[in-house]
C-alpha cells in the first residue's frame, strides 16, 4: 500500500470531506477514517445548518452567534463565518445538493434556539447531516481508509510529517505535505451524550502530548433535548427544531418550567435550558418530558421522519405521547488552537477545522446549526491555504514506527469511572471542590498501567477540568454552581 501522499485527511464527517472535496484531483489526497465514514457527528446532525438568509441578515446572524458564544467568541471569526456561510451554501447548492423547498420551489428555512429570525436549512426533515454526507460522499475524488486508528503525528521541530495508524492488526507510519486533523469532539467522554461512537478526543489527546495548545476546553456545551433511557452509548438527539416549532419542555404536572429560569423559554440558548432543565430535576425530583402536542401526526412524520421513526420504533406513539428528555453532552466549543485559517498554531503543515479545532468562532456557547456552517466555511479556507503552499519543497523525514500497546486489558472498567466522573464532576453544573477530585482521580489513572487511547482521553479529561477550574466566574456553558439561585443572572 502506498504510505506517501500530498495531503492527509483525518477524519470523515463535514469538515473533513469538504475540505478533501475543495482540494485540487491532481493532488494526492488520502482520508483515514476510524470506522465506517458515517460515524462521525455530521451523519447524526438533525437540525440543520444556520445560515443569512440575505445580505441584510448576516449582521444579525452575527449578533445572534455573538450573543449565544456570552461575549467570549472572536468577533473576526463570527464574521467570516456568517459573511462567508452564504458563498458555502451557495456552492453546495450549485454542487448539486438539494435543501428542503416549499411547493413553490423556495428554501424552507425553520428556527431555532437564541436564533433572532428562521435561518436554518435543513434536508430530508430532520435528516440534514445524513444527507450532506451521503452527498459529500457521492463527489468524493480520494479514496478512504476505513477502520484506521490514529495513533500519533510525526512532528518534528515544528514540522508535521505524517500520521502514525494501526490498521488492519498492524502499526505503520503514513506521510503527507500536509496532514488536516477534522476528527470531531470529546463526545465520549461523557456517560450521556448525542456523538457518534468514535468520537473520543484522541486527535486533542495526541496534540496534547506534543506540547499544541488548546483553546477554551472548559466550553462543552450540553444538548437540552436528548431522550437518554436506553443501553446504547449515543443518546438520542431530539432536535432544536422541534422547539423552534412549538414543542415544549414541560414537567409530569404539564407545566413549561423553563420560563421560571428565563424569559425566553425553550427558546433560550442552549446553555440556559440545558441547565433549567438539569436542576429543576435535581431540585424536585420530578421527570420532565418534551411535549409535541402542538404537531399534527401527519405533519410529524413528514417533518421530522427520522424522530418519528426512532421514537415510533423504542415504543413512544409520537406526537400524541410525550417523551422524556434529559440534557446530554453535544459539543465541544473547545479544540486545537488554530489561526483562521485551520493552520495548527506553532506547527507547520498540520491544520486542524470542524469541531476539533478552535477558532473562537463559538465562544462560551455555539448557536445552534452554525456547526455544519463552520464545516463548510473553515474548510475551503484551509483547502485555500494548502493550494497556496503544496508545492513549496519539503524535505522528507522517516519516523520510527514503534508504538506503545494501544489498549491494556483494565482499561474499559477505567473508562466507563472516567465517563461517569467527567459526567457528574466536570459536566452541566460545576463545583470547585468536584473538579478538584475529579482531577486527583485523573491523575491517579495516569499514573496507572494503561493502554495509550485511554491515557489520550485522561490527557483530555484533565485538559477540561483543569480549564474549568482556571475559569473561575461562569461564563456561557461553563457554570459553576451558585447554591440554590433560581435564577440565571
Ligand atoms: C439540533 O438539531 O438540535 C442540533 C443542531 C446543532 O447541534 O446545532
Not at 22 to 50: H, M
Not at 264 to 272: M, S, Y
Not at 467 to 482: D, P, T, V
Request: glycine share 8%; charged share 20%; aromatic share 8%.
Amino acid at each position: 500500500m502506498k504510505t506517501s501522499y500530498d495531503v492527509l485527511i483525518i477524519g470523515t464527517g463535514i469538515a473533513g470531506l469538504s475540505t478533501a472535496l475543495a482540494l485540487p484531483r491532481s493532488l494526492s489526497v488520502l482520508i483515514v477514517s476510524k470506522d465506517y465514514a458515517w460515524e462521525c457527528n455530521t451523519f447524526y446532525a438533525q437540525g440543520g445548518v444556520a445560515v443569512a438568509k440575505d445580505t441584510a441578515d448576516i449582521p444579525l446572524h452575527v449578533k445572534d452567534t455573538l450573543g449565544a458564544g456570552a461575549g467570549h467568541c472572536d468577533p473576526e471569526a463570527v464574521n467570516v463565518l456568517c459573511s462567508e456561510g452564504p458563498i458555502a451554501i451557495k456552492r453546495l447548492i450549485n454542487m448539486g445538493f438539494h435543501f428542503d423547498k416549499d411547493e413553490d420551489g423556495n428554501l424552507l428555512y425553520t428556527k431555532e434556539a437564541a436564533h433572532s429570525t428562521n435561518r436554518i436549512l435543513h434536508a430530508g426533515g430532520d435528516a440534514t447531516g445524513r444527507y450532506i454526507h451521503l452527498f459529500l460522499m457521492q463527489q468524493l475524488p480520494f479514496p478512504i481508509l476505513y477502520n484506521t486508528q490514529v495513533t500519533d503525528l510525526l512532528i518534528d521541530e515544528g514540522v508535521c510529517y505524517g500520521a502514525r495508524v494501526f490498521h488492519a492488526d498492524k502499526i505503520f507510519n503514513l506521510y503527507a505535505k500536509k496532514v488536516i486533523i477534522a476528527s470531531g469532539g470529546v463526545g465520549s467522554l461523557y456517560e450521556y451524550h448525542t456523538n457518534a461512537r468514535t468520537i473520543s478526543a484522541d486527535m486533542q489527546g495526541i496534540c496534547l502530548s506534543h506540547g499544541i495548545a488548546l483553546a477554551d476546553m472548559e466550553m462543552m456545551q450540553f444538548h437540552p433535548t436528548a431522550f437518554v433511557l436506553g443501553n446504547s452509548v449515543r443518546k438520542q438527539l431530539l432536535s432544536e427544531s422541534l422547539r423552534g416549532e412549538g414543542a415544549m419542555v414541560v414537567d409530569e404536572d404539564g407545566r413549561r418550567f423553563v420560563f421560571d429560569y428565563d424569559p425566553r423559554g425553550e427558546l433560550a440558548p442552549r446553555d440556559v435550558v440545558s441547565r433549567a432543565i438539569f436542576r429543576y430535576k435535581q431540585k424536585t425530583g420530578k421527570e420532565v418530558y418534551l411535549d409535541l402536542s402542538a404537531f399534527t401526526k401527519e405533519h410529524f412524520a413528514q417533518r421530522f421522519p427520522s424522530i418519528y421513526f426512532n421514537m415510533t420504533n423504542i415504543g413512544y406513539n409520537v406526537p400524541e405521547q410525550r417523551i422524556p428528555i434529559s440534557p446530554a453532552f453535544h459539543y465541544s466549543m473547545g479544540g486545537i488552537k488554530t489561526d483562521l485559517r485551520g493552520n495548527v498554531l506553532h506547527v507547520k503543515d498540520l491544520y486542524a477545522v470542524g469541531e476539533c479545532a478552535n477558532t473562537g468562532v463559538h465562544g462560551a456557547n455555539r448557536l445552534a446549526s452554525n456547526s455544519l456552517l463552520e464545516g463548510l466555511v473553515f474548510s475551503a479556507r484551509v483547502a485555500e491555504e494548502i493550494k497556496q503552499s503544496i508545492f513549496e519543497p519539503k524535505v522528507q523525514r522517516t519516523f520510527s514506527e514503534v508504538e506503545e500497546v494501544l489498549i491494556h486489558e483494565n482499561d474499559k472498567v477505567l473508562k466507563n469511572e472516567l465517563r461517569h466522573l467527567m459526567w457528574y464532576y466536570a459536566g452541566i453544573l460545576r463545583e470547585p471542590k468536584n473538579l478538584e477530585k475529579a482531577k486527583k482521580r485523573v491523575e491517579e489513572m495516569l499514573a496507572l498501567s494503561i493502554g495509550k487511547l485511554l491515557r489520550l482521553r485522561l490527557l483530555v479529561s484533565l485538559e477540561i477540568i483543569t480549564s474549568a477550574l482556571n475559569r473561575k466566574e461562569s461564563l456561557g456553558a461553563h457554570y459553576l454552581q451558585q447554591g440554590n439561585d433560581l435564577c440565571e443572572s
